[in-house]
C-alpha cells in the first residue's frame, strides 16, 4: 500500500500529505481538548442534545420535520442575556408548534469574573473552591488562572490582556457566575488591576491563624520543592539569635493587613467577604449559606450538603452529591504539622499580633482565630 503511495504520489506532494495529517491530528487534538472543558463541571446536569462547536459558536439542529436550526456567533463582549434577543437571532420559522425558546440552546459564552476567591493561601481555600464548584449558579476555573499574579504584561494594552484572560475562563451560562481562585491576587498582585478588570467585582478573602498558616506553609512549600525536607520549620522561619524573620517567605505571607489595604484602596469593604476559615470547617452550612447571599445567588447549601466525617474530623461533601473520594479532599491536604516549641509559637503570635489587630480594625468584625492575648 505504502509502496503504491510512493510511487503514485511524486516526491513533494507526499511532504504536502504528511503536513495535511498533521494539521489534522492538531486539529483533533484541540477539539478534544475544547470537549474536556466543556463536559468538566457537571456532564450530568447538561443537556445531551446540546451539541457544541468548538470555535466559540453554538449550533444545534433538531432533525423533524423541519429542521430547525439554531445558530449563535459567541462574541465575548457582546453577551446574550435574555432568551428575546436570542429568538431575534434565530432564522427558524417559529410558527410551528416547537416553541424556540423550549429548546435547549449552547448559551455558554466567555465572561470575566462576577467574583475572585483572592486567598489567603493555605487558609482553605480549595476547600472553599470545591464547595462553591457545587453550585448551578456558579461556574468555577478549574485551575488556578495566575493571570494577575504572574501572566499579566503590563507593556500590552488592558483590553488586550483581558481577552488573554478569558481564554484561561470557563464558559458559562447568562445565570452562572464565573468564579476563580488564585490565593496569590490577595498578597502578591496589583489590586489595581483587578479593579479595571471588574470594578463590582467581589473578593472572597478567607483568612486563619497566621501562626497555623505558616506551619502549613512549611509543609506546602517541602511538598512542592521549595524547601529542604532536611531543614526544619525553626531553620527557616528563625534567625540564630532565635528571633521571628519578617521576611521568610512562609511568615510573609500570614501577614494580612497590608495587602487588605492595598486593595481597600480600590474597593469598598461592602466588595469584601472575609471569613476565617474555622467557621467553614466548623459550619460549613452556615459559611456558605452566607457566601451565598454575598455572591446574591439562590440558596443551594442545606444541612444535607455536607456531613461530618469521622475519621478524618473534618466535614466532607455528601457522596450523594459528590462520590468522587467521598466528598472529602485529597488526603494530603490534611497533613500532620510538626511538633513546634510552646515557646516559639509564643514568639510567632508575638510577633502577628500587631498585624492581626490592624487586620481586625480593617476589616470590623470580631475574628476569634486572630485573638491570642485579651
Ligand atoms: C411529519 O410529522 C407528521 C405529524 O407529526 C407525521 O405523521 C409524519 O410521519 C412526519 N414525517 C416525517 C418524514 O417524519
Ligand atoms: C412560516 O411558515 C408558514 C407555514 O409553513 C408560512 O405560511 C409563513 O409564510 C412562514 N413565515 C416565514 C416568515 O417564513
Ligand atoms: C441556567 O441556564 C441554563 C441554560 O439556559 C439552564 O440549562 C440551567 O438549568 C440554568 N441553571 C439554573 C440554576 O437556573
Ligand atoms: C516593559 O517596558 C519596560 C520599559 O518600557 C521594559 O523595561 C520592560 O522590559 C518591558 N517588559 C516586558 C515584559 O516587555
Ligand atoms: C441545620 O443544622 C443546624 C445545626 O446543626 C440546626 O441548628 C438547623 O436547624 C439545621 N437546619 C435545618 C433546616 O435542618
Ligand atoms: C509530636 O509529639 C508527640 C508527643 O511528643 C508525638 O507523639 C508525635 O508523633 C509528634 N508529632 C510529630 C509530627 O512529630
Not at 250 to 272: A, C, G, M, N, T
Amino acid at each position: 500500500m505504502i509502496r503504491y503511495l510512493a510511487k503514485v504520489v511524486p516526491r513533494c506532494s507526499r511532504r504536502i500529505l504528511v503536513l495535511f495529517l498533521f494539521i489534522v491530528l492538531i486539529l483533533i487534538i484541540h477539539k478534544l481538548k475544547k470537549f474536556d472543558e466543556y463536559v468538566s463541571k457537571d456532564e450530568e446536569r447538561l443537556d445531551s442534545k446540546l451539541l457544541k462547536n468548538p470555535n466559540g459558536k453554538s449550533e444545534l439542529s433538531i432533525k423533524d420535520n423541519r429542521t430547525v436550526s439554531v445558530k449563535r456567533e459567541g462574541d465575548d463582549k457582546n453577551p446574550i442575556n435574555s432568551e428575546d434577543s436570542l429568538k431575534s437571532k434565530t432564522d427558524g420559522n417559529s410558527t410551528g408548534r416547537r416553541n424556540i425558546a423550549q429548546i435547549p440552546i449552547d448559551v455558554r459564552i466567555k465572561k470575566l469574573p462576577g467574583a475572585v476567591l483572592i486567598g489567603v493561601q493555605k487558609c482553605g481555600t480549595g476547600a472553599l473552591k470545591t464547595f462553591l464548584n457545587l453550585h448551578p449558579n456558579i461556574r468555577v476555573a478549574r485551575a488556578e488562572p495566575h493571570f494577575f499574579d504572574w501572566k499579566i504584561d503590563h507593556n500590552a494594552t488592558f483590553e488586550g490582556e483581558m481577552k488573554r484572560y478569558l481564554k484561561l475562563l470557563p464558559r458559562a451560562f447568562p445565570n452562572e457566575t464565573v468564579l476563580e481562585k488564585t490565593p496569590e491576587y490577595f498578597d502578591m498582585i496589583d489590586p489595581f488591576d483587578l479593579f479595571r478588570m471588574n470594578p463590582a467585582l467581589k473578593l472572597i478573602l478567607l483568612v486563619c491563624d497566621p501562626v497555623r498558616r505558616t506551619i502549613s506553609a512549611y509543609l506546602h512549600n517541602i511538598y512542592i520543592g521549595m524547601y529542604s525536607k532536611h531543614k526544619s520549620f525553626e531553620e527557616y522561619v528563625f534567625d540564630k539569635d532565635g528571633e521571628v524573620i519578617p521576611t521568610a517567605e512562609v511568615v510573609r505571607r500570614s501577614i494580612y493587613d497590608e495587602p487588605l489595604k492595598r486593595h481597600l484602596k480600590y474597593f469598598p469593604r461592602k466588595q469584601f467577604l472575609i471569613m476565617e476559615n474555622t467557621f467553614l470547617l466548623q459550619k460549613p452550612t452556615l459559611a456558605m449559606q452566607e457566601i451565598e447571599k454575598f455572591l446574591e445567588i439562590p440558596k443551594f447549601y442545606t444541612n444535607e450538603t455536607f456531613y461530618f466525617n469521622e475519621k478524618i474530623g473534618y466535614y466532607c461533601i455528601n457522596p450523594s452529591i459528590k462520590p468522587v473520594n467521598s466528598g472529602c479532599q485529597a488526603k494530603y491536604k490534611y497533613r500532620v504539622h510538626p511538633n513546634v516549641s510552646e515557646e516559639n509559637l509564643l514568639k510567632l503570635r508575638r510577633f502577628f499580633q500587631p498585624n492581626n489587630d490592624n487586620f481586625i480594625k480593617l476589616v470590623g468584625n470580631s475574628m476569634p482565630s486572630l485573638k491570642y492575648f485579651p
